[in-house]
């Protein structure tokens, strides 16, 4: 056996952080030896990326086991894919140099002689020419979200203890996986609030009061951790729950790891913020000078409520805002003396140092930029320790700008990184019927079509190509669509669908809301590389091949034309509008809002529009409609302005 190492360092002119958005989602689409790209999310949380080159007929598989975003490194594996690589690792890390980025990017390789060699020298023309790739100019997409504000509600779990929780209700009735978050010792469930409201749609959610915090009650005895164990069995039976993600800051991230690596097969994802040992690896003494030194005042006959200045002080941010500052102020303040006393003779006992290898889901771990109780070096160290003990995926995140309670000075920030593992973690839906089933197989050979005759045009792609990009075999394909002439069409009616959905969902709607909608879902369609490819390769291939050519034109842009067309001519029935074609009414209408963008595009692949850019194309495109056609152009306008003011892109409802 012998071990190659490879190890390319190169610079870019753009900066960091936009080289680190053309790699940061593990998909390699940007490097130019890569034809095609899928990632995927594996049921135990490993993040997987497909991927095959030009030319090559080998797929290959690769997983992510640690990135970290703020500190703009990820690590993977290969699972599949290169003969004679017993082991394959490799690390890209980004950083600043002064004036762009420095691309540092190391691998590996264990093989038998001489194939481990070759592979090393693979590995270093793909490293070069990927290096080079991100010194050219990066596309800048920015995607648009829209924060869905979630409604909460108290609720109480009677016995002794009580149990006091807030509860994000949506889809707790059908849900397996709930979430339940646990606030430091100096706070409360309160503390929460903001991942509650901007998260709870996108899973069922509880922030807990421990025991005696908040309306929670203290037990019959000095609370141990295996009583917090037992609280968090109590929820999850309260909500039929299967699994759990557990989220904690500080207190609470040392009793979420510690259930988690106690219970290992009832977690999907574990979070932790601002902690995760606790004082299971200090020794005695340093456990008893903790304890003490934060008894001192409660001895002197102080609550909580005497010191919670000094503690804020030292758990803030330099940069916290007054709101941060109150609602910190006002959870320790909370506290009963009894309560923080128990606290801390539990945190200052832990039976057991962490387990580690128990690990078997994935971690993200995040800590505050200026926290001083768990600082970044620190917290970073322990995410490597996840990783190096085998956990499927790692994820470690800096916050900028925050002290201890980074949730709460900075929850958009953690609320972004929290949402992107929920997406990951959370279970996938198993399709319930053959047709559910059906359909989805559908909608993957549509997108692998889509991808193929983006890459090699109508004439140049092959079924065979089609089939091994699915995932399906010939005869699949042929039963599921037909031909290739088939294929093609159908997939330039799934664009045309979805470009008219908005007009489909118009029912009960305002006009002007509908053709923003209606706006961004074609900007969305038309602007996405795969399609812009398409309609390059059917422009060079109209005078070659007229018929398919004039395939594309009909199925595709005619007749969502005339979608559009249909649509404004029942708001002239309806004398919203004021025209005499609506063929005419329809071409100004996306002309308008996209004409230049597009066509820029269309010509600068790599230089595609922003939000910015787009906002203000459709902004103006809609407005000169209006002007030209509303029968109330006053009020039309003033409804444009208010539903740009208040989202930048559909509805999700």
Known sequence: MARESVHCIGNSAASPD???????????????????????????????????????????IERLTYISHSDRVMSYTLVDGIEGAQRYTARLKITANGTGSTITWHADVDGASPRA?????????????????????????????????????????????RLA????????????????????????????????????????????????????????????????FEDILVVMRQFGA????????????WIAASFALRHPDLITGLVLAGGCTGMSEADPDEREAF??????????????????????????????????RQALQASMAAIPQDTYRDALNCFCNPPEKLNFGAANFPVLLMTGEHDKLAPPTEIRAVSQRFADAGAPFVGFEVIADAGHVCNLEQPEAVNAHLAQFFGMVLPPVKPATKEVKRSEKRARILN????????????????????????VSKPTLYQYIGQKDALFRAVLDAGRATILAPFDDAVGKEMVGVLWDFSWAYSDFVLHPDNLSIARLMIGEAER???????????????????????????????????????????????????????????????????????????????????????????????LQAVGAKRARPRAD
């Not at 469930?189 to 922030?207: C, I, S």
């Not at 699994?243 to 609470?252: A, D, Q």
């Open 165 to 228: 929780l807030t509860v994000a209700p949506e889809g707790f009735s059908t849900a397996k996986t709930i979430c339940i978050l646990l606030h430091g010792i100096g706070g409360s469930r309160k503390n929460w609030d903001d991942q509650l409201t901007a998260l709870g749609n996108q899973m069922p959610m509880v922030a807990l009061d421990l025991r005696g915090y908040g309306d929670s009650t203290l037990g019959f005895s000095q609370t141990q951790i295996d009583d917090y």
């Open 545 to 639: 091949v007229p018929d398919i050519a004039r395939q594309y034109h009909e199925t595709g842009p005619a007749q969502a034309l005339a979608g559009i067309a249909r649509y404004l001519g029942e708001k002239r029935a309806d004398k919203a509008l004021v025209f005499e074609n609506a063929d005419l009414a329809a071409e100004n209408l996306w002309s308008l809002i996209l004409s230049g963008p597009r066509n820029h595009a269309l010509h600068f692949p790599h230089d595609l529009p922003n939000e910015a850019d787009l906002n203000l194309s459709i902004q103006n495109g809609l407005r000169a409609f209006l002007r030209a056609y509303s029968a109330d152009v006053e009020n039309d306008l003033l409804a």
């Open 117 to 161: 060699g070759e592979i090393a020298a693979g590995t270093n023309a793909v490293f070069d020419a990927g290096i080079a790739a991100l010194n050219a100019p990066i596309a800048r997409v920015v995607k648009r979200t829209m924060p869905l504000i979630c409604k909460t509600e108290p609720s109480v779990i009677e016995g002794t203890p």
């Open 448 to 471: 692998a079509a889509l991808r193929e005759f983006s890459k090699s045009g109508y004439s140049g792609a092959s079924m065979t190509a089609i089939a091994k990009r699915a995932e």
């Open 18 to 60: 936009e080289v680190w958005c053309a790699v940061a989602d593990f998909g390699v689409g940007w490097h130019p030896f890569v034809a095609w790209c899928e990632v995927e999310v594996s049921p135990r949380g490993e993040v997987v990326r497909r991927f095959g080159a030009e030319g090559d007929e080998a797929v290959m």
């Open 291 to 324: 304890r003490v030194s934060r008894e001192v005042p409660l001895d002197a006959g102080q609550t909580p409520a005497d010191f919670a200045d000094a503690v804020v002080a030292v758990i803030a941010g330099p940069n916290a805002s007054a709101r941060a």
């Open 242 to 253: 299967e699994k759990l993600v557990l989220c904690g800051l500080s207190y609470g991230s």
